[in-house]
């Protein structure tokens, strides 16, 4: 835990999804003590036409999805959502002003984990 999606809006060469998402890992690891076989990412493509963001088409925007088990400190949060704002910018160009990262907290009995067992029957 925590597995992120990452939405995006204009098509990235082959390094700048490898780079997005090494960053993105690594992010995750120093703001909020993750660590690495727990990282989980995915990315997609919207394909033109299918984002729509004030009043117009296909504006290049970036959005983080994360879902993690609760616990997390409100400072640790704000770290990361300023360092994936950072990572997404330098990685792939995009504004910062069209990048966005949305979190939740799953509560520790709500999250299935290796060998189908709760967060909180494995003691996390």
Partial sequence: MPF???TYTQPLSAEQKKNLVQRTSD????????????????LHELP??????GGKFD????LFDIDMIEGRTEEAKANLIRGLSKVAHETTG?????IRARLSDFPKENIGMAGGITAKQAGR
């Fill in 4 to 6: 992120v999606n990452i």
């Fill in 94 to 98: 995009v504004s910062e002003d069209e």
């Fill in 27 to 42: 992010t995750l690891i120093e703001t909020l003590s993750a660590t690495l076989p727990s990282v989980r990412i995915q």
């Fill in 59 to 62: 504006v290049a925007a970036i």
């Fill in 48 to 53: 033109q036409g299918h984002y729509f963001c």
